[in-house]
């Protein structure tokens, strides 16, 4: 049950990783659809798992304060040593809700503060079990000039079990981005985006130790009016000490604006 | 084997909207150019908030649904939009307004279209 909540808290594919609109919400009627290959290498002892996650998100500007976002994760197995079944499916689906809270537009800078609250729904007839994982957080952004600060911090409870009135595992997430808009001359319209983000994680298991890890991530975007480029790797720090070793996280992105 | 083909797809897919947008950017210049100006009326905002491509693209398509408006142009690196209105057209600044803030931005003070100066 242990190595389930593990290998859950895993394979999430969250908000974090190249989150650049953290603390803001987008524009009435704006839509915004994000496709992500995310190419993720776990150890257990000396046993390689190589999961390929490709999650598809959706997100739509009800108003100007209030965002919807829908997001569904097709997994791929790749190498399994391990002795855990796993197969290539779609996970649960994640329905997520943000509310601006601040959001100041000076000449010089942006600040904005953002509320969220999103679940799993165990919908899917291939629901390893009938569990939500609830999620609800704060974000933060300040972009003075070309630089932008993203800070997102979420608390989520995973796989919640409704009968049994607990879940299986809390986890609190903490990330932040920087990166700095490069106006590439000669291309209008196109900016290169330099990323650097800073992860940590805090897992509290039902059983068993608590424990720390995160990921230092180097990355970049292009970004154009209606389409951006996203890369990233995920570095993680202090993994070894978990029951599941983490490896480096490629992330490749695309995300479309309406 | 599958693996490998959806590799091959998602980048594909990458390679080929690329190749589109940039294709598409270079028919599309930031601002409205002198032959249109000559017959429309065209108007000019500062707009605060704006930091990337993306965020011009947003508030264009909001303030391109005012009735009488027939195209805008963004620019993050101005902090500002220019609207083109149509032929005998007005519009209200509350309703440019409100459509500035509908996308998240704040507006500005009005200015002079570069393009009218000329």
Known sequence: ?258 | MKNKALLLLFALMMSVTASSVFAANKENPLLISKKDTTQTNVVCYEVFGMDCPGCQSALEKQVKKIDGVADAKASFKEKQVVIEMKPGATVSEEEIEKRIKKANFTPGKKIKAAKDEE
């Open chain 1, 1 to 258: 049950m242990l190595l389930a909540v593990l290998l859950s808290a895993a394979f999430q594919t969250k908000a974090e990783g190249i989150s650049v609109d953290a603390g803001l919400t987008p524009a009435q009627d704006r839509i915004i659809v994000r496709l992500q290959y995310r190419n993720i290498l776990n150890q257990m002892g000396s046993n390689d798992m190589v999961m390929h996650m490709m999650p598809v998100v959706v997100v739509y500007g009800l108003s100007s304060d209030v965002t919807v976002m829908l997001r569904n994760v097709y997994r791929a197995v790749g190498t399994n040593e391990t002795m855990m079944e796993m197969d290539n499916r779609f996970m649960d689906p994640f329905l997520m809700g943000k509310v601006k809270l601040y959001r100041h537009n000076a000449r010089t800078y942006t600040v904005g503060v953002a509320g969220f609250a999103g679940t799993t729904f165990p919908v899917l007839n291939n629901s390893l079990s009938k569990t939500y994982s609830p999620v609800v957080g704060v974000n933060a952004s300040y972009r003075p000039g070309l630089w932008a600060f993203d800070l997102n911090n979420a608390y989520e409870w995973i796989n919640y079990n409704t009968e049994e009135n607990q879940s299986a595992a809390r986890q609190l997430q903490v990330n932040l981005a920087v990166s700095r808009n490069i106006i590439l001359p000669g291309i209008d319209n196109w900016i290169l985006s330099p990323v650097q983000e800073f992860s940590f994680v805090r897992d509290n298991p039902a059983a068993g130790e608590s424990s720390s890890f995160g990921f230092i991530s180097p990355g970049f975007q292009l970004v154009s009016p209606h389409v951006k480029f996203e890369t990233l790797y995920q570095i993680p720090i202090n993994s070894s000490k978990t029951a599941l070793d983490y490896g480096g996280r490629l992330i490749l992105g695309l995300r479309f604006m309406f």
